[in-house]
């Protein structure tokens, strides 16, 4: 139907132009004069003319009272009706709106000073406003996550309190979940139609036949989905990682990733500070959607907690992936025990630069703890340490499901190439003088059930075997490798400097990188304590470490500084930060591609139904003055 023809929500109202009958009828009675004689006929030609006007249908002419009751009526009869100009929602009984909350939705405009947040907000603000009887809308918002603000309602104050509540989040943008969401909705509720207002900034993949960056959203669509695209354009710079790698015992390797807007060249500089005191600086300059990568060195001689920033040249839409933290450890030697029978281990960590081997050769040792522990007795598991590799052992809790069968050849079959121990290791033709054994009526999925991930096989069962419980990393490599081939390959030095690393990452020696905002990451505290983390919202959250002295899943949806107490003491500041390239581009796509169907963005502006009885009912209340005034308060009445 045309939008130029309105619609009304209450047709029936109509009836009440009746009314307009009595009213004209009550002009239509002629007036009642009492019978006088008089003395003269000079009066004749009144009595003729008040006769000529008291005729049917003479009586119109030049009375405006009646016309302006005639308008009164009419135009209150029209209001009662309710009447609105038809927009692209006047069949929509129930209608989900999804509002992109994430952090490209806070790229402000330089122009006009408004973030697309901002413009969506614009919009759906519109709607609210023209709602008819009988519609009723739900605001979900979506980041990473979907989260309904209303209920299905037609109450513009709550609408409106919702929309003003809604506030960007530094998070990347998760379109499913909203339509998931929309979805569950529809089960309650017959939904015909989502809206979408986003500025298409979701993650995508190159097009195999155009090349061209397309975003996929799996996603079975049930119902119609307008997508209303926000103004995508901005000049901005970012951070988009901030990671370090052990150089050396006295040294860090710090890299910083910067990422350029889509549309225009940008400009900045990257500074690097500890506790306020600026290490190292540099300027960069970055055409359309370039990256560039910058090293600096940062001591490693005490703990250090370098803070990365970019302060761009000009203008700059988002500040949110300007900055970036990192913990630092102190540089140390990774510290391995490992007993002087195990001399071919002992041999492939010696070639390892910035290993501590204990027991000495004499079997003496000063250390209480150790970053790794290699081993062939499952006594040494006492043994604090984060990582343990035990040769020869099976693990105690599998010993019904897996036993060793000596002297009997065992040959791997396969390995789980992508495991970090098994990197660019070649395991094909390595043979065991033990074979491990599966029992008849053990099940794989009943080992996995264990927490053990398999990382090699031999024909007759497990050979190698990853658990992980709470912080500590436990290998085991069932048939004990003195009974082996496998120090005389290549791939053992390999195989024992790639322990040595895992063992660096799981004492936090090694790599190390920026927590990203969605959720921090896993803090490491005293077991069994109460703390109090603050985010820089000031938001709080009440959380006891567990048995092992970690807390974890502690949301952090702001870019920022968050601080743990205990009693109120501060103990420590963990910094997350924006990170993310397609955040920081503020490129947007105009078409999603959906399971089976792509939907387009809509080009012309959407346009929501727009009543206009409030109109009316004000011309109606103008009419109604008039003729107060004309006929009650003017002095006098109407002039002849």
Sequence with gaps: MSNWIPGFSTPIAAALFGLLVPLIIFYFLKLKRPRLELPSLALWRQVISDQRVNSPFQKFRRNLLLLLQILLLSLLVLAAMQPYWRGDMADAQYLPILIDASASMGATDQATGKTRLDLAKEEVGRIVDGLLPGQQVSLIAVTNTARRLTEFTNNRI??????DSLHVSDLPSKIED??????????????????????????????????????????????????????????????????????ST?????????????????????????????????DVILSPKETQRLVFKVDADKAASPKATITPE?????????????????????????????????????????????????????????????????AEASR??????????VPPDLTSQVSLTKDASAEIVDW??????????????????????????????????????????????????QKREGAKLKLYVLVHTDRST??????????????????????????????????????????????????????????????????????????????????????????????????????????????????????????ADKPWWPTLAMLAFATLLAEWWLFQKRPGGIGS
């Design 486 to 607: 496998l120090p005389y390959r290549v791939g053992f030095p390999v195989m024992v400097s790639n322990l040595a690393n895992i063992a660096l990452q799981q004492a936090e020696l090694s790599d190390l990188a920026s927590a990203p905002t969605g959720a921090l990451p896993r803090l490491h505290f005293q077991p069994n304590e109460d703390y109090r983390i603050t985010s820089p919202t000031g938001e709080h959250f009440d959380q006891k470490a567990d048995g092992d002295g970690f807390i974890a899943g502690i949301p952090a949806t702001t870019v920022g500084l968050y601080e743990v107490r205990k009693s109120g003491d501060l103990v420590s500041k963990v910094g997350v930060a924006l990170l993310n390239p397609t955040e920081t581009s503020l490129e947007g796509v105009s078409e999603l591609k959906l399971n089976e169907i792509s939907v387009t963005a809509e080009e012309d502006r959407l346009k």
């Design 314 to 378: 000009g203008f700059d839409a988002l500040k949110s992936d300007n900055t970036a933290w990192l913990e630092l450890p102190v540089g140390r030697d990774l510290t391995v025990f490992c007993p002087t029978s195990l001399q071919s281990f002992r041999h492939a960590l010696a070639g390892i630069p910035g290993t501590l081997v204990e027991p000495a050769e004499d079997g003496s040792t000063k250390l209480s703890s150790y970053d790794l522990v290699i081993t062939d007795a499952i």
């Design 178 to 247: 909203g339509l998931r969401l929309a979805q569950a909705l529809s089960r309650t509720n017959v939904v015909n139609s989502v809206r979408l207002y986003s500025d298409g900034n979701v993650p995508t993949r190159p097009d195999p036949t155009t090349g061209k960056p397309q975003a996929i959203v799996d996603f079975d669509l049930p119902f119609k989905l307008d997508f209303h695209q926000v103004p995508a354009k901005g000049a901005n710079i970012g951070i988009t990682a901030f990671n370090a790698r052990r150089a």
């Design 384 to 393: 604090e340490a984060s990582t343990y590799l035990f040769v020869g052992v």
């Design 158 to 163: 709550l609408l409106n309190e919702a929309l």
């Design 250 to 282: 006295g040294s860090w390797d710090v890299f910083v990733r910067v990422d350029g807007a889509a549309e225009s060249s940008t400009a900045g500089r990257v500074t690097l500070e500890d506790n306020g005191k600026t290490i190292a600086g540099e």
């Design 416 to 465: 789980k190439r992508d495991a970090t121990l098994l990197q660019h290791v070649q395991l094909k033709d390595v043979q065991f003088l033990d074979s491990p054994t599966r029992s008849e009526k053990a099940k794989d999925t009943e080992v996995e059930a264990a927490g053990y991930d398999f990382l090699a096989f031999t024909r007759n069962g497990p050979l190698i075997l």
